[in-house]
């Protein structure tokens, strides 16, 4: 079976973008979401092995979003996503939780690289239901 994965960026070109480039390497993408409300609740009701989140987003930005999802399952396996290369941000996401930031423009084997590290990272351990209140 192959890993069930969660889309989530506020830009449509992107989303389809990366469910080709996910699809095309043998991933299954379960949702798309276009803000960090709508990926918690995809989250919680897909409950994905990965989620690959953006940071620049309407309603509620990728950390925010990322935090939640954490909360509501440590394990969560996330891999970010966006423009901003910032340094500052890269580092703010990995301590928060990431497992890798994947910087826009990317090329598609980068994108797989960073899901496949994430996967191997937690692999074998049962996932929790996820709830949003």
């Given amino acids: 079976m192959s890993a069930r994965v969660l889309v989530v960026d506020d830009l449509p070109f992107m989303r389809k973008l990366l469910r080709e480039v996910l699809t095309e390497a043998g991933y299954t993408v379960v949702a798309e979401a276009s803000d960090g ?3 918690l ?3 919680a009701q897909h409950q994905p092995d ?4 953006d940071i620049t987003m309407p309603v509620m930005d990728g950390i925010t979003a990322l935090r939640r999802m954490l909360a509501l399952d440590p394990r969560a396996r996330v891999v970010m ?6 340094q500052q941000m890269i580092l703010r996401a990995i301590r928060l939780g990431a497992k890798d930031f994947v910087v826009k423009p990317f090329r598609p084997e980068r994108m797989v690289t960073a ?3 994430a996967l191997r990272r937690g692999s074998g351990s049962a996932r929790p239901a996820a709830r949003v209140e």
Avoid: I, N, T
Avoid at 81 to 86: D, I, M, N, P, V
């Fill in 50 to 53: 990965l989620v690959v989140l």
């Fill in 41 to 43: 609740a995809a989250f």
């Fill in 81 to 86: 996503c966006s423009a901003l290369g910032e």
């Fill in 37 to 39: 409300r709508q990926a």
């Fill in 115 to 117: 899901v496949e590290k």
